[in-house]
Structure formats: structure tokens, C-alpha cells
């Protein structure tokens, strides 16, 4: 299985709602990431989790709050939004096989449309 | 900080045509990565290059590093219309697993 699965595909919010984004990877991968794309633009590094510990954080907004409960899953909690965070928001994983120049393996995204 | 300068940002050509991005730094890159994302994906990775001058070839897809491991090309021969989508170059610094990328090429194939 090398599959890294995201939910919702979809994700439609106002300033005031509380909303969450999974991310699940079965290929014993020991890094997982998010990273949120703009419109023809790269992704940006959010946050990275290494052995289910957070080891970076991109100086990401606090109403983004990464959670890794367990090393298959990673969830993105989401509250307070601003309309400028709309974009499409992308999970990876990564065998973090001793540092460097790891293959990174990206889950479909969610696109998070914020009202 | 380190940074890369991919080249062309966009690139339309026939079908049949070659393609080539490029990906330059001022610094030495300990290694860099191609990925390929089609409109409405995710970025899917394509290669992997870490030794000086290396060349690495997947079918029509030919990738180098350069000898001064500060630049990288991506040379598609006889482009399809399934190679239509945006090719990112992206770099770890030595140890890290911190993906930086480039800001991308998007490629347009003309039937």
C-alpha cells in the first residue's frame, strides 16, 4: 500500500466554524507533513511530525493546530479561519530513514474554501 | 536562505515537441527531487538525484544534477498530452527532511 488517503476531498467553512482534516498513510513512514498549496503557486511547509512528535512548525498561525495521535494518522484542527486560508491543503509522509533527501509520498488534499 | 530558481514558469509547445526545465541555485545542493502534479492533483514524485553530474532517464523523462551540484534539468523528448501539468524541482538541506520547492514550470501540450 503505498497510498497516503485524505478526508474530506472537500471542505466548505465560515470564520466561526471548527473543522478537522485526516490524513492516514499504512507504509510505516515515520515523517508526516502538511503543507498548504495557493493557486499556481508550490506547497509551503506547515508543519512536520517525526515520530509522532511535532519537530517543525513553519511559524504556521495558531488557529492551525496539527495533532498526530498515532503513526499512521495525522489530523489538521481548524477554527477561526480567514477567508485568505482557502487553499488546497496536502498531507505527506516519508520513511524519515536517517535524515535527507527523503521521497515524499502526497495524499490528494482537501480544498478548503473558507466564507 | 537557500533558494531555487526553476525555469521557464510556463512553457506551451506541440505535441511532439521536447521540453526542458530548469532548476538553478547559488548554493550547493546536497540533492534534489523532481515532482509532477497534473492540473487538479497532487504533486507526485518522479526522481531522486544526490551525486555530482548524475543523469537518471525514465522513458521520455531525462534528469540531471549538475557537476557543480547547483543546478538540475528535467528533458522530456516528444511530449504527449499526458505530460501536460506542473514539474517542481525541490531540495533537503544536508540532514533535513524539510522539502523546499521550486516555484514549478507549468507545461502545456498543444494536440
Known amino acids: 500500500d503505498t497510498e497516503v488517503t485524505q478526508t474530506p476531498k472537500h471542505l466548505v467553512m465560515g470564520m466561526t466554524n471548527k473543522k478537522s482534516l485526516k490524513c492516514e498513510q499504512h507504509m510505516g513512514h515515520r515523517a508526516m507533513y502538511w503543507y498548504k498549496q495557493k493557486a499556481k503557486k508550490p506547497p509551503e511547509l506547515m508543519f512536520v511530525y517525526s515520530y509522532e512528535k511535532l519537530s517543525i512548525n513553519e511559524s504556521v498561525p495558531s488557529r492551525f493546530s496539527p495533532e498526530c495521535p498515532n503513526s499512521s494518522l495525522l489530523n489538521l484542527h481548524l477554527h477561526a479561519l480567514q477567508p485568505e486560508d482557502s487553499a488546497l491543503y496536502l498531507c505527506?509522509?516519508?520513511?524519515?530513514?536517517?535524515?535527507?533527501?527523503?521521497?515524499?509520498?502526497f495524499g490528494p488534499g482537501t480544498r478548503l474554501t473558507v466564507l | 536562505g537557500q533558494q531555487v530558481m526553476q525555469i521557464p514558469q510556463y512553457q506551451h509547445v506541440q505535441e511532439g515537441e521536447d521540453f526542458t526545465t530548469y532548476c538553478n541555485s547559488s548554493?550547493?545542493?546536497?540533492?534534489i527531487q523532481w515532482y509532477k502534479q497534473r492540473p487538479g492533483g497532487h504533486p507526485v514524485f518522479l526522481i531522486q538525484l544526490v551525486k555530482s553530474g548524475e543523469v537518471k532517464k525514465q522513458k521520455r523523462l531525462t534528469f540531471q544534477f549538475g557537476e557543480a551540484k547547483k543546478n538540475s534539468s528535467l528533458h522530456i523528448t516528444a511530449t504527449q498530452t499526458t505530460d501536460v501539468g506542473t514539474y517542481f524541482c525541490?531540495?533537503?538541506?544536508?540532514?533535513?527532511?524539510?522539502?523546499?520547492f521550486g516555484k514549478g514550470t507549468k507545461l502545456s501540450v498543444i494536440p
Open positions: 525541490a531540495y533537503s538541506g544536508a540532514g533535513s527532511y524539510q522539502l523546499t
Open positions: 548554493t550547493t545542493l546536497s540533492n
Open positions: 505527506a509522509s516519508s520513511t524519515r530513514a536517517g535524515g535527507g533527501a527523503d521521497t515524499q509520498y
